[in-house]
């Protein structure tokens, strides 16, 4: 009966045959077809919102996603019998004006007649991380990570060197999105001592956790600063993100796509990133490197109100719309020359400021 059901369906189809058939839970597809058949079953009234109406309760978490699918991890008292499973998402989701999903989100999985687990709804977030992504035309702002409690930048004290910019950008994001930041400056055993910058931070009243995962420097302090969280790891290319997270579980299974995997030039594969439970309760999201981040809702004039240090001697400038880029009686421009505030920080500031204004046009 069901066989040939499939059969007439075949037969009107255009689409060539369908492989997953034999392999469900293969990887993603972008068979549109079967998301469709999928769909067209479900009475319209089964269609949710984004974000969900707040009596509809969420039953599993989004560990990664493709365009039209995602894999999603079902809360325990769900039920169900597969913990990790591939889900169809509904293509009648409200997209936001940022990407559908991410790693982290809460979402509500319903079957369809047809036995398909299909992502009706998506939780409201309580936290959010976003950039700005170059794309194929022009820029488009992009979800990397959903409901996480800490951002995690993870920098190397040497090869890479450690720069301050990304990680600038970074604190600015995290409190864009309601995301408490650390720094983990890792690589520690191919240095003699922290690299200097790294002070600056720690005045900030940022914690700062240095590892190595050669020599396993540090990771204790790590693990007791993930526990019972979920976290993002965000940071350029080659710190040691993939290893921290194997340093900390060696069971895990760290998939890294950026290269060997490449979608067509390796370093783009920018939706890569993956929900990870370690053992210990460490829930972590690991990020393919991440070397520019666009950021969202700061205009320049309020840039210096995500810059502490900055703001701190911004009261005192003689005029109140003060860039402290320029004017006369800027003290900010005066704390700088009087060694107050460090001048990598002064430069992020400036550095930031010019791309905002250019973004502004
Ligand atoms: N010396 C040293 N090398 C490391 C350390 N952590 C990672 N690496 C190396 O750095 C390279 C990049 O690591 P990976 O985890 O893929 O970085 P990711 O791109 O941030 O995920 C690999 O060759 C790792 O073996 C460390 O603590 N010390
Ligand atoms: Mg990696
Ligand atoms: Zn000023």
Not at 8 to 31: G, I, L, N
């Amino acid at each position: 009966m069901a066989k040939r059901k499939r059969l007439e369906k075949k037969k009107r189809s255009t689409v060539r045959e369908r492989q997953w058939d034999q392999k469900p839970e293969a990887d993603f597809s972008h068979d549109l077809a079967r998301h469709r058949r999928a769909l067209v079953k479900l009475p319209e009234h089964t269609v949710y919102r984004n974000p969900l109406p707040a009596h509809f309760a969420t039953n599993a978490t989004v560990v990664s996603h493709a365009r039209k699918w995602a894999f999603v991890r079902m809360d325990k008292e769900s039920g169900a019998a597969a913990e990790t499973q591939l889900c169809l998402i509904d293509e009648r989701l409200d997209e936001d004006d940022a990407s559908l999903l991410a790693p982290g989100d809460r979402v509500l999985v319903e079957q369809d007649q047809d036995g398909n687990d299909v992502v009706r709804g998506i939780g409201e977030r309580k936290s959010r991380l976003l950039r700005y992504a170059p794309r194929h035309r022009g820029v488009e702002k992009q979800l990397i990570a959903a409901n996480v409690d800490l951002l995690l930048i993870v920098a190397a004290a040497a090869r890479p060197p450690f720069r301050p910019g990304l990680i600038d950008r970074f604190l600015i994001a995290a409190r864009l999105g309601d995301v408490e930041p650390a720094l983990c400056v890792n690589k520690m055993d191919l240095v003699d001592k922290e690299p200097e910058h790294v002070s600056i931070y720690r005045e900030l009243g940022i914690q700062v956790c240095s590892t190595s995962c050669v020599t396993g420097r540090g990771l204790e302090t790590l693990r007791s600063l993930l526990t019972n969280k979920i976290s993002v790891f965000a940071g350029h290319s080659g710190v040691g993100k993939s290893s921290l997270l194997c340093a900390l579980d060696p069971q895990v299974r760290v998939f890294t796509r950026e290269v060997s995997e490449a979608t067509q030039r390796g370093k783009h594969a920018t939706t890569a990133s993956r929900l990870y439970e370690l053992h210990g309760n460490i829930r972590v999201i690991d990020t393919p490197g991440i070397r520019t981040l666009g950021l969202w809702n700061v205009g320049p004039d309020e840039l210096a109100l995500y810059f502490p240090d900055i703001a701190s001697f911004g009261g005192d400038c003689r005029f109140r719309n003060c860039t402290h880029i320029h004017e006369p009686g800027c003290a900010v421009l005066a704390a700088l020359a009087g060694e107050q505030l460090a001048p990598e920080r002064y430069a992020s500031y400036k550095r930031i400021r010019e791309t905002l204004e250019s973004d502004d046009r």
